[in-house]
């Protein structure tokens, strides 16, 4: 069975402050404290759509997943790599994200989608962001009997760290609020 996780919030700052604070979350070196969990991103592909101009971004997501003790002796590492797939437009106020992972596919998958828009309430000066998890651990022999409580870990793992996420953002759009006001034309 597939556990699926829906999670909405609503950043109280333009989509435009939210989606170039999306970008400062893996760099900035303050939030490496908070996400630990992340221990690496590579940027593989980035291109800009001349007819739509869309912005198309492939990333490659290093992880130290930590789980319990008995499923690293199982799988032998807890490290994973993920593929986030990032389209911005612009001209729609829209930013689609989409992750999965590509380590311990045989064992379980985890995709990801966060859209980012602006918000229906109030499109000028909040932006909505729903996130849709999916987990499916893979039925083995192995795995049957433990099932849903590594799933019930990583649900709490995935709200744990999707809690870290929003507060890194809003961290980071407050940072960019207060420098835009400095900024006199």
Known sequence: ??????????????????????????????NKQILTHILEVDTLNRTIDPESGK????????????????????????????????????????MQLTSHNISFQRFVEVDERIFYNPHPGNP?????????????IKPLAALASIKDKVEQQLVEKTLQN???????????????????????I
């Open 124 to 136: 000028r000066e909040w932006t909505c962001c729903r996130q849709e998890t999916s987990i499916n």
């Open 55 to 94: 912005l198309y971004t492939m990333r490659a997501i290093t992880i130290h997943a930590r789980g319990p003790w008995f499923i690293r002796k199982l799988l032998g590492q807890d490290i994973c790599h993920c593929i986030e797939t990032v389209i911005v437009d612009a001209r729609s106020q829209s």
């Open 1 to 30: 069975m597939v556990k699926v996780l829906t999670q909405e919030h609503a950043y109280k700052h333009p989509w435009e402050r939210v989606t170039s604070a999306f970008w400062r979350k893996f760099t900035d070196p303050e």
């Open 162 to 184: 999707s809690a870290k996420g929003r507060d890194v953002m809003e961290r980071i759009c407050r940072y960019l609020e207060a420098d835009s006001s400095r900024i006199s």
